[in-house]
């Protein structure tokens, strides 16, 4: 598939612990993973591929950034399966399911703190 121009190709987030968010994603979405070495993995999602950076202990992790928005055909079921990644690997809920012009959606932080939203049409 060719790339669109100025669309969305990848996402990178930097992470303080390797293991911990492969095993979240892992969790919550099915992602799979590619390792490049022990200090870089690039994540696909089946749809769009990104990349975790791994940062060294006492760094600084980058702040700001989008809000990252995935879809669910399912919004309840993709709600539950982050629960519980966050109940086995941490991170929190930050809204529960809300209403908004066009859908519906809840935003969780990772075990890193990256704020992710999660949203359905219906």
Known sequence: ME???HGIDYLEFQVRDMA???????????WRYTDYGPAYCEFD???LKGGFELVEAGAALRTGGALVVLWS????????AVQEAISQHG?????EIFSFPGGRRFQFCDPNEHELAVWSQS
């Open 45 to 47: 999602s089946g749809s």
């Open 91 to 95: 991170g929190r809920l930050t809204r």
């Open 20 to 30: 911990l968010t492969k095993a979240f994603y892992a969790s919550a979405f099915a």
């Open 3 to 5: 790339p669109v121009q």
């Open 73 to 80: 055909g399912d919004l309840e079921a993709s709600l539950t």
